[in-house]
């Protein structure tokens, strides 16, 4: 993985402790309540990329952020240009 792609999931990291810490919740209870361990809680708060998605999105519908899963690869601009050129 290039740095610059372990930078953004380190990101996603620090925004789900930022999320978690706003709640006021200890990492056990999120961890309890995305039925994970809290050892899996520390790495996706670290943003390794080893950790599955699921794992991801548990913890985010834990906190209540479920919907913004839904935000990933949403806007594929890239895509609809290619998409467009083949329509012309």
């Given at each position: ?27 056990a ?36 952020l ?23």
């Amino acid at each position: 993985m290039f740095p610059k792609h372990k930078d953004i999931l380190k990101q996603v990291g620090a925004n789900i402790k930022l999320a978690r810490r706003r709640r006021k919740l200890t990492q056990a209870q999120v961890a309890e309540r995305a039925d994970i361990v809290r050892s899996t809680l520390y790495l996706i708060e670290t943003g390794n990329p080893s950790v599955a998605i699921g794992a991801y999105f548990n913890v985010m519908r834990a906190l209540g952020l479920q919907e913004d899963f839904l935000k990933l690869a949403a806007d594929d601009g890239f895509g609809r240009k290619l998409q467009d050129l083949e329509l012309l």
